[in-house]
């Protein structure tokens, strides 16, 4: 029904913002998300007599807000700061009058957004937690669609988003900015809450599809709130780009029976121009900024790869450089894999091997499948077929996802197919020699 | 609200420690002490003997039963607190980070009842 899509409109449109300010003002969660699901409830007995408001969202903000405040003087649990008795938000006028613009500032708004942010991805809470909390307040997300999202029973979901929000009224994590000198690793930690919202939606690691779309286009939305609410961070808008390169080339990543397409044999013509063209735009006003990061490193490199017509027209040297830089700044082992990958296709085939050969030797990813395969791929590549067949049987034990699997399972069986005629062929020869 | 910061840390590197080195940390101990008087957010503190000198009332069904040791034999120890009164955690996590004497080890921050 129509009313109904109004409705749900407001909530997407205004909802959450909404929410944080109630956060504030209640100063707990549980409170503020109560008296949101009552303003709701009015709102469509009230729209649906009198007509919808003007301003549906301030409407909502103000009906609200008046709630949280008769509740809270009901329970008398709360000191009330003087202030709230403001007529414009609880006077004779504040209900009678709901066309009303809302009393805050819109900047007030802004503010209690990004103190959510950062209580949500509050390094006092656990890391779980912190996604399933920032989904749920600021995506406007239900406990069920992040159960969906995530792969487990929503009892689980709920059961966190509980301690979560019992620890910080407990504990009580401030509904604050954080002061100059922590800003920037707070900033480090709301990105990374927003990295792995996007890629346990890009790359699922169960699910069948291997893509999330409803988390991947929460994380980009987050991530463009991340934007607009931290404007001089670099690697907020390094990050945004990051995403939406990568994402751009969603439609061109799985066949339509759901099988991975490895970069280099993509149709480029089903990658999202406009998108790419967004990101590139994004991740220069990042640079622009003049403070470089491991976001911007990895946006600089999903760029290389969009500004490529084809696979073989890639500025391999350029990632190479690229991802030596980004292994100064995360030296993990897979971005190692990568780094050596990138540096076989910019030089020579040889040096991925031995660097490759290295991180084995070190066995820090003995349990990653991405080791043997992407030896099995330089293998193939030098035209090593037998060591090539016996990596991606490594990188098949190993593997989880059913898209990576299937993947793998075609190129080993390729490659054996492959061989096989070589042999023949060196069979029939071999007489004649 | 006030909380407790617990001092975790591993007990053999304290008591190995030079009579020089100790000094310094208690010096630490003082100044740090000092600056949470001034800052009107001390409400108490003190160092534990070792844990060797700890004793457990262990209860089992409701019966208690006195043991030698601690509640948990573990690689750090609990080796002294600070009673603390501020805002809130954030204020309270700005105190522990200065905790000195702190190389490795971890300091707990709850907050009290």
Redesign the interface.
Known sequence: MLLGRIVEEVVRNDGRRVLAGLIRLTGDFDRAEDALQEAYARALASWRRDGVPEHPGAWLNTVARRIAIDRMRRDRTVDLPDDLEAPALIGAEGLDNPYDPPDDDPSGIEDDRLRLLFVCCHP?LAPDARWTLALRTLGGLTTREIARAFVEPEATTAQRLVRAKKKIR?????F?V??REKLPDRIDAVLSVLYVIFNEGYASTDAPSLVRPDLVREAIRLARLAVELLPASAEARGLLALMLLTDARRAARLTSGGELVPLDEQDRSLWDRAQIEEGTRVLDEALGLAAPGPYQTQAAIAALHGAAADATETDWPQIAVLYRALLAWTPTPIVELNAAVALGLATNLQSALDWIAQIEARGELARYHWLPAAKADVLRRLGRDQEAIVAYREALALVSNPAEQRYLQKRLASLIESSAVNRDVGATLTPTV | ?KYILLIYGDERVWTSMSSEEMQKVYAGHRAYGEAMTKAAVMRGGSELKPVSTATSVRFKDGRPKTVDGPFAETKEQLGGYYIIEV????QA?DWAEKMPGMVDGTVE???LN
């Open positions: 006092a407990e504990a009580r994590i401030p604050d954080p002061s | 609200m805002d809130n955690l954030e996590i921050v709850r907050p």
